[in-house]
């Protein structure tokens, strides 16, 4: 039954692209696709190479230093979320004006994503750099004081930095939109070179440890902000801030933003809070346990980095064609998509299992934690063949529809009762250790796909989208 549907679906996709390729109307064209997807991919490859390195080269200063960035990482990639969410939500209505073919809204919605979300950023610094230590004892509670020290000067430092990143998240997205991840990509290059370059400085030249990682994190944010903010003041762009400089939120605007980001805000907060507390869990492990997991969950990076490109790029595709109220090119876009992230994610988790104890060597761990490393590794890349893509793919076409409530109460009920949940479940009823915590991610990956492939699979998320357009 199941391959006959599948049979069906692959029918339906070559004759809706015969169709349209014969009438001139395919959205997107394979060439398109390549524009979009292959800049992505460099782009998260050496957003992770560099997020490796940093590691690596934090390693010279000990597992304590390891541990506390690993720690305040966690936190950095709640804030993250938040603004990505937020460009997300830019992004969907712009590229539903783009599909409409009214530049001049698109350019406005572009402009107020980045006031609102740098405004916020802004707030978001003052708070966590007045109240670092209070904040970090409620989240990880009672940890070795050498790690704590390291997490209160890799917070306080990054914490600076959050204003230029909600800068460039926000336009990187536009620049998507636009179908230009090209930009987005050379960008990437200059702010992680920037990067890589001020940590072999600061690190190994002036041996400032914690901070050395920290300092030139924040440096090259700012520059990544500047730069791609001074190039979307070209006019020769369908989304630009060329006579959009007003200081002044439009609310209308703002509130269709706000009701794709704010729902996909608060499951992307949820979703990183719930890991905070599941690592609250690994820090009473011990320093070993926490390192092998900030070494894993680096390598991790790795085995997703073609599903996580992919997903950006299928946000911006399927927005466009729900725009232009393509249904059929959107539901043709989105298995499309799919199966080359499947494709690509399995050929990663062969090299990755292969490879991953040769990789764990580059971080200096302990034989304990080198151990750990690869047991849950290992595990990981097998799991990420079955599960990820259906789990994180499907839910971008939903809140490109609209269909944003369902995706949201769907990842935050799977992400507390069966992430968390199964954690503290796995760890303190059946103590199965570090690869327990893991274990439970895989159960959140199995309910949210079954979640989310049944609700693609009906019409619920269609008519949100006709809601949208209208």
Not at 55 to 66: F, K, L, N, P, Q
Not at 309 to 335: D, H, M, P, W
Request: charged residues 15%; positive net charge; proline residues 2%.
């Amino acid at each position: 039954m199941q391959g006959e549907k599948i049979r069906d679906e692959k029918k339906q996709d070559e004759k809706l692209q015969e169709e349209k390729e014969q009438k001139g109307k395919l959205l997107y064209s394979n060439g398109d696709l390549k524009k979009l997807i292959i800049p992505l991919i460099i782009e998260q490859t050496l957003a992770i190479a560099v997020g490796m390195a940093d590691t690596i080269m934090v390693s010279a200063a000990g597992e304590a230093a390891v541990s506390g960035v690993s720690l305040v990482d966690t936190v950095n990639i709640l804030l993250i979320n938040v603004f990505s969410a937020l460009a997300t939500g830019g992004a969907v209505v712009a590229g539903h004006y783009l599909g409409q073919k009214h530049k001049e809204e698109a350019s406005k919605v572009a402009w107020q994503i980045l006031m609102f979300a740098s405004s916020l950023a802004l707030v978001i610094s003052i708070i966590f750099i007045a109240f670092h230590d209070g904040l970090l004892r409620l989240m990880f509670g009672q940890i070795e004081a050498d790690v704590m020290q390291s997490a209160k000067t890799y917070l306080i430092i990054t914490a600076i930095s959050f204003t230029g990143l909600a800068i460039y998240n926000s336009c990187a997205a536009i620049f998507r939109a636009m179908n230009n991840a090209r930009v987005t990509m050379w960008i990437s290059l200059l702010i992680n070179a920037v990067n890589l370059i001020g940590n072999t400085i600061c690190i190994y030249g002036l041996k400032w440890g914690v901070a050395g990682a920290a300092i030139p994190t924040t440096v090259s944010r700012y520059v990544g902000a500047i730069v791609i903010l001074v190039m979307m003041f070209n006019p020769t762009r369908d989304i630009n801030f060329c006579g959009q400089v007003r200081f002044r939120f439009n609310p209308v605007l703002i509130k269709r933003i706000l009701y794709i980001a704010v729902p996909n805000g608060l499951e992307n907060s949820m979703f990183q809070l719930g890991k905070i507390l599941v690592l609250s869990v690994v820090s009473t492990m011990g320093t070993s346990a926490i390192a092998a997991n900030a070494t894993a969950n680096t390598l991790a990076n790795w085995n997703i980095l073609f599903g996580s490109a992919i997903n950006l790029g299928l946000v911006s595709v399927s927005a466009v064609c729900i725009g232009a109220g393509e249904i059929e090119q959107t539901r043709y876009y989105t298995r499309k998509m799919m199966k080359i992230a499947i494709a690509l994610t399995s050929l990663m988790s062969v090299i990755l299992f292969v490879s991953v104890p040769v990789l764990v060597k580059l971080y200096n761990l302990g034989p304990e934690a080198s151990q750990m490393a690869i047991e849950v590794m290992r595990f990981h890349n097998i799991m990420a063949i079955l599960f990820w893509v259906p789990s994180f793919t499907i839910p971008n076409t939903l809140r490109s529809a609209g269909d944003v409530i369902g995706t949201m109460i769907i990842a935050i009920f799977s992400m507390w009762v069966f992430r968390i949940g199964a954690a503290y479940l796995f760890t303190y009823v059946f103590h199965l250790g570090l690869l327990g915590v893991w274990a439970a991610m895989v159960v959140d990956w199995i309910f949210r796909a079954i979640c989310y492939v049944i609700r693609y699979r009906g019409h619920r998320w269609e008519t949100a989208m006709q809601r949208q357009r209208a």
